[in-house]
């Protein structure tokens, strides 16, 4: 039996931002069911409810000192399970570093925060005396537990046969410090040279420190695996992964259907499936209700579900707006991020209050209306290393229109283009440039086809048809532990 220590800076149900949080509650049950076994650590945030999820203080372990900045800190291990599984969830528990407001945050200490949550992980493995074949590490926060494995804590006999994975959500958060990181870390200063495995920039990057010294390297989908190999989409990481582009690899990720179907999903008023699709309907009116929208069952409903940032592609959008205004198509749009594009939407609602809606707020059972509710959805990204609404979408009958980039590429078949292939095995509308035009073009496009019930109803079932759960991305994940326990 693998065993194997999944690492993450986020997990639902306890603490999510966005699709790390999706992958880490759910891969580790699925991994479970495949016969592994799997211990979760998150950090306790302040926001994570002791009661509602029954953490329970592990008296074993009681106190662990760990030293960073020169400090001793006082942590603690608190254990709950993965609800649904056996899965051990162990929530590294620091009130000085993790009683923030935010998960993650611009204080000057934030480096401290996920040194202390790195090396607490470590630790606390030692206090169990359990023996993991794999830690698989994920995104900058986890990045230095690979160097501190095989350098601080080699002394260890418990991680002899332990073997390292680095998964990239984003390569766009890179965990940049100043230099003086690597004291408070009490990293080797050898590592820290021009090119070398932790210096970036002249700082010093986590998640260049994840790449350097894990024994393989994933990403969430094959695009993006190839995509950030080049200048553009590498954000600076392009040399280091050539290096290790033997040891790269992109892995989709799933999504849980126990969660996102319309048959059975929970937080929207009508359930539906391919042959009651008129029951979506009704959760449009209701949903365009909530907005204060008015109804048209006609006129298409765009739903936009994200972080509001750049890499969204929310500057295309702004560069198109006026043109994206006076098409026939209702939009609603859920998420905060940039303060620029907040503005941007708020002042479309106040102006265009029957044509705009938006909620600028994190809310889970609106995300899963908005899919119900919406016609289309939209994911325009500069880059996407996965995405899953667009996922989502495609089971809710919800046509997505996005950019052709990572594992939007990799999940969205364009109509058009299947059309000329002549397969009509399309499944949304995509776009390869990424210019306001381009976007403009496609919704266009889109509208268009939405008239066209048949071919309509065809796109949606293509898209409901498509099964993207999590066991073959999990048994992908399997074959490469076995191959780097091997080795
Ligand atoms: P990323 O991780 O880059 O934000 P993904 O598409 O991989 O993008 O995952 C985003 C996840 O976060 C999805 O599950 C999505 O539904 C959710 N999400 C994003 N913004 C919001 C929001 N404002 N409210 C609720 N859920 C959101």
Redesign the pocket.
Known sequence: MIKIAFVASEA?PYA????????AGTLPKVLEKLGCEVKLFIPKYFTIDESKFNLKYNWNIGEIPIMVAGHIRSVHVLQSKLPGSNVEVNFIDCPHYFHRAHFYTNDIDEDERFILFSKAVIVALQHFNWRPDIIHCNDWQTGLIPLLLKDNYSWDNLFKNTSTIFTI??IGYQGKFSKETLTKAQINERYFYPMGPVEFYNDVSFMKAGISFADIITT?SRTYAREILTPDYGAGMENILLQRKEDLYGII?GVDYTM?NPETDKQIPFNYTLNSLSEKAKNKEYLLKQFGMPFKKETPLIGI????VE??GFDIFAEVINSLLNLNAQWIV???GEDKFEDLIRWLVNHYPEKVGA??????????LI?AGSDMFL?P?RY?????????SLKYGTVPIVRNTG?LADTVRDWHYSELSYDNRGTGFSFDSFTGNALLDTVKRAIKTFGDKTTWRRIQTNGMNKNFSWEPSAQEYIKLYKYVIGK
């Open positions: 639902i999510k931002t966005g699709g790390l949080a999706d992958v959500h984003n969430v990720n996102w579900v994200s972080r509001i890499q969204k859920l998420g905060s909620h600028i707020m994190f809310s889970d059972i609106l995300s899963h899919e994911m990204s996407e290393p996965c995405g899953l609404n667009q996922i989502y594992g």
